[in-house]
């Protein structure tokens, strides 16, 4: 199915993994608009996701997560997740049913050399939970919902987006 052919393209990945990024620059090379559900959380709710977190707790933010990810009813659109999107399986068959769902695969390495604002960038760990135990919980969740993985380790933007579009194809 070529990236024109088919309907949106959800990306998911860890936190620093590049979704925001990589999805804007992707929107514009295959000819999408850009949507991403941190954004529409924090509009939603008029808070910051670390807001969110601090306030609610990390169940709550999951739970608010997975409606604002259930409310997204677009197409031909490039599709920005949260890192926690993974958690609500609901939510995750909807974002399925509406395209090619494509797992950003980053090391830990690399995530914990972008990610230096852990505190204040709204991350759903559980209390006590550390990046590795959440590479390690999430990657089996995102490798289990992708229809495509991208191995993005040394690559820059431009390199991934072909890299997409080429598996999109």
Known sequence: MSAEASSNVTLIGMPGSGKSTIGVVLAKRI???????????QTTHQRTLQEIMDAE???EFCKLEEEAVLSVD??????ATGGSVVYGP???????????????KTGLKTL???LS???????????????????HER???YTEYADITISCDG???????????????
């Open 31 to 41: 000819n999408r608009q850009f949507i991403d559900t941190d954004l529409v959380i």
């Open 117 to 135: 604002n852990m505190a204040t960038r709204g991350i759903a760990l559980r209390p006590g939970q550390t990046l590795e135990d959440l590479f």
């Open 57 to 59: 707790g990390f169940a």
């Open 74 to 79: 677009v197409a031909h659109h490039v599709v």
């Open 90 to 104: 609901e939510g995750m068959e909807h974002l399925k049913q509406l395209g090619k769902v494509v797992f950003l």
């Open 155 to 169: 690559l820059n933007v431009e390199q991934i987006c072909e890299q997409i579009e080429a598996a999109l194809a």
């Open 139 to 141: 990657n089996r969740l």
């Open 112 to 114: 914990e050399e972008r």
